[in-house]
T-cell receptor
Framework: KQEVTQIPAALSVPEGENLVLNCSFT??????LQWFRQDPGKGLTSLLL?????REQTSGRLNASLDKSSGRSTLYIAASQPGDSATYLC????????FGTGTSLTVIP | DTAVSQTPKYLVTQMGNDKSIKCEQN?????MYWYKQDSKKFLKIMFS???????INETVPNRFSPKSPDKAHLNLHINSLELGDSAVYFC??????????????FGPGTRLTVL
């Protein structure tokens, strides 16, 4: 059974810093991986989707990488802003979707 | 326009009752999902529907039953509610279900509280 872990569970950084969120999964036979953000009391918003054949995806200040063989993905956020404060979730797709427990990010103005 | 909508947003009910949560998507997607997010914020898939056919049914009690009247709707019926059913339930949709499923779009969630 696929297990998805996200480290750290919580992260607090000053505005303007670059940061990296980590996601690891136990079964490398995946088909894609998605990063989401969840704001308090809200649903999930998809940020980036990486297919298994891809190494990375970029959208604005966000860059997600995927290393299937090592079972890892990272989400890089450049020049963080207070509006980036949210919980970030990764989800691994291998026929169904398995979510990690998330990283709660706080960007301090 | 809201892409994926759920009603109600909040639901408070007594143990033993039967309740339903509705979900609608206007994205033209062919697959819809129900997820449960527990108090520790862990999100777990419950069901998915593709072309009115149940594709995934995790180890969910049979008190939970998804109903899809058409491709744009996937409702969740819950019978004999228990305290442990208290959680936030999310509906989602995507195109191209299966191993190469596309980006999922989530609804705002329904917070269910069972007293």
């Amino acid at each position: 059974k696929q297990e998805v872990t996200q480290i750290p569970a919580a992260l607090s950084v000053p505005e303007g810093e670059n940061l990296v969120l980590n996601c690891s999964f136990t079964d490398s036979a995946i088909y894609n991986l998605q990063w989401f953000r969840q704001d308090p009391g809200k649903g999930l918003t998809s940020l980036l989707l990486i297919q298994s054949s891809q190494r990375e995806q970029t959208s604005g200040r966000l860059n997600a990488s995927l290393d299937k063989s090592s079972g890892r993905s990272t989400l890089y956020i450049a020049a963080s802003q207070p509006g980036d404060s949210a919980t970030y979730l990764c989800a691994v797709g291998d026929g169904q979707f398995y979510f990690g427990t998330g990283t709660s990010l706080t960007v301090i103005p | 326009d809201t892409a994926v909508s759920q009603t109600p947003k909040y639901l408070v009910t007594q143990m033993g009752n039967d309740k339903s949560i509705k979900c609608e998507q206007n994205l033209g997607h062919d697959t819809m999902y129900w997820y449960k997010q527990d108090s520790k914020k862990f999100l777990k898939i419950m069901f998915s529907y593709n072309n009115k056919e149940l594709i995934i049914n995790e180890t969910v009690p049979n008190r939970f039953s998804p109903k899809s009247p058409d491709k744009a709707h996937l409702n969740l019926h819950i019978n004999s509610l228990e305290l442990g059913d208290s959680a936030v339930y999310f509906c989602a949709s995507s195109q191209f279900m299966g191993r190469g499923a596309d980006t999922q779009y989530f609804g705002p969630g329904t917070r269910l509280t069972v007293l």
